[in-house]
Structure formats: C-alpha cells, structure tokens
C-alpha cells in the first residue's frame, strides 16, 4: 500500500525545508512513501529548497518524490487538486508546507485507514488539552481570541448544515483511500477547498473518524496566509455549495487521474509553456477539477 503526502508550497522558505525533511524521515509501518510537492513559484526562495530538495532524493528508491512547479499562485485549493491529479498512492494525505501539524501523528491517522476501520480521517486540534484555544500568538492575545472564537462559529456553521458533529472541520489533516475521490469534481481554489473536500467526501457517505493531533499554532507575522476579511466569506459560499450542489458535474464523465499532470522533473522551469503543462489540459483556474480514482 501507497500513501501520497501532498503539499502545496508557497512563500514558506522559513519552514519548508525543516518540514520536508521531516516528511521524508517519518517512518511509516506498512506503506511506502510518495512525496508530491506543488510549489507556487515562490518570490522567497521556496522554490530553490524544494528543487534541491527534489534533486537530493530524486534517486532514492524506497521513497518517491515529485514536485510540480506551477508559473504563479493559484491558491492553495487549486494546489492541493493539481496533487490529487498526479499522486498514485491508495492513501491521500494532506500537509501544510509550515511546522505548525507534528508529522509524528502520521502514523496514527493512517492506521484506521489501513485497518479497514475508515475510509476517511480527521485530525483534531481540538480532542487535547487546549480544546477550542488552538491559537496563540505570544501577547497578540485579542487576535488569538478573535481567532479561536471565528473557529467555532464556523465549526458550528458547518455541523448545522449538514448535520454533523465534528470538533475541527477546518483541520488541514484530511486523510482519505484515494477512491472515496471517484466521481466528485471539485472548483474551489483558496482555503475554501477544505470545506468543498470535507463536504462532499460526507456527502459521498464517507463519515469522517476524528483522530487527536498535535498543533503549534503561528501567528500572521510568522507567514499565516488567511485573509480575515475575505476567507470568510469564500468559506460560508463553499459550504453551501458544496452541501446543496451536484456532487459532480452532470454530463460530464470524471476523467482518469493524471499521473504525469504538471511539470515534475528535478528542476524548476518558469517559462509558460511549463505552466500550459502544468495546468494540464483544465484550462482556467475557475473550471472545475475532476478527480478518478
């Protein structure tokens, strides 16, 4: 059994390396590793680490990595989708290119899922100690709060919509077989891609089994990317549609998943044509992605 780690990169050149290091030396009982990275063309210096991250291990036969280098940003939905499209693992699984998730907790989202115990896996921030306090942003305290109480009014949003009981939505540990994708299509490109994922997999009957995780929370000064006064927004639009809408896109077949998609190969080009092939053949960032397991 395969598991593909994906991991949307923009602008994180304080953390990516650290956390992809991380990644590549968590051991995994049972599971080979895929690494697939989607790296925004970064004006930090990401690209570079992960290019010669890509280049130190590209020879490596016990763990496969990939990396597709995208001309600009499109979001990190938009990221996450290009992942699905290449990835080959039975196992999907979600990583943030920041340190604030303990790759540790690896092992114990994936074991359900290779148990046979679920098809679909959550991470919660909030099983621990700290509950609904995830966020702390040294003696920006009103932030943190403001923050931690958005949290569950959206958390709350979300249960109320479709009848659920989960304690963090909004994780970015979402673990999943591959095959719970058939025959979904999705059209978010920023963080709104959380809520349409998380709503139609339970729309698709996969009953999410929250797992506790370990969480560090940073603050905006140390890279976090969310948009207060516009995120939202997107997140109560995505969460209705994704709840009232088609699951898929009536008359229209999902396609196969793309193994090649992208532009993966050890170094990073910028020129358009490696964006036409990176895009694959989906055309503007708005249509909607469709994934087949």
């Known amino acids: 059994m395969k598991v593909s780690i994906i991991i949307a990169v923009y602008n994180e050149m304080r953390t990516v390396a650290a956390l992809l290091e991380r990644?590549?030396?968590?051991?995994?009982?049972?599971v080979t590793k895929e690494i697939i990275i989607v790296e925004s063309n970064s004006t930090d210096g990401s690209r570079e680490v992960v290019a010669d991250f890509v280049r130190r291990h590209a020879h490596e036969s016990s763990i496969q990595v990939r990396a597709i280098y995208q001309s600009g940003p499109m979001g990190k939905g938009y990221a996450i989708r290009q992942g699905f499209a290449a990835a080959t693992g039975e196992i999907f699984l979600i990583q943030d290119a920041d340190l604030e998730y303990d790759v540790?907790?690896?092992?114990s989202l994936l074991a359900p899922i290779m148990e046979g115990r679920a098809s679909f896996v959550?991470?919660?921030?909030?099983?621990?100690?700290?509950?609904?306090r995830i966020r702390k942003f040294g003696r920006r305290g009103i932030q943190a709060a403001v923050m931690?109480?958005?949290?569950l009014l959206f958390h709350g949003f979300?249960?109320?919509i479709f009848s659920t009981r989960l304690t963090d939505p909004t994780t970015m540990y979402k673990v999943f077989r591959s095959d719970c994708l058939a025959n979904l299509t999705f059209t978010s490109n920023r963080f709104d891609f959380d809520f349409e994922l998380l709503g139609k997999l339970i729309r698709g009957g996969f009953s999410p089994l929250e797992i506790p995780v370990r969480y560090k929370s940073r603050g905006f000064d140390e890279g976090k990317k969310i948009r207060v006064f516009?995120?939202?927004?997107?997140?109560?639009?995505?969460?209705?549609?994704?709840?009232?809408s088609a699951l898929g896109i009536p008359g229209k077949q999902p396609q196969q998943r793309l193994v090649n998609q992208g532009v993966i190969d050890p170094a990073p080009r910028n020129d358009l044509e490696s964006e036409k092939v990176a895009s694959g053949a989906h055309g503007s960032q708005s249509e909607p992605f469709e994934v087949k397991a």
């Open 148 to 151: 931690n109480a958005g949290g």
């Open 230 to 244: 516009r995120d939202p927004f997107t997140w109560i639009l995505a969460i209705l549609r994704c709840r009232y």
């Open 158 to 160: 979300f249960n109320a």
């Open 104 to 107: 540790a907790d690896y092992p």
């Open 23 to 30: 990644v590549w030396a968590q051991p995994l009982a049972g």
């Open 122 to 132: 959550l991470g919660s921030r909030h099983m621990g100690a700290d509950r609904w």
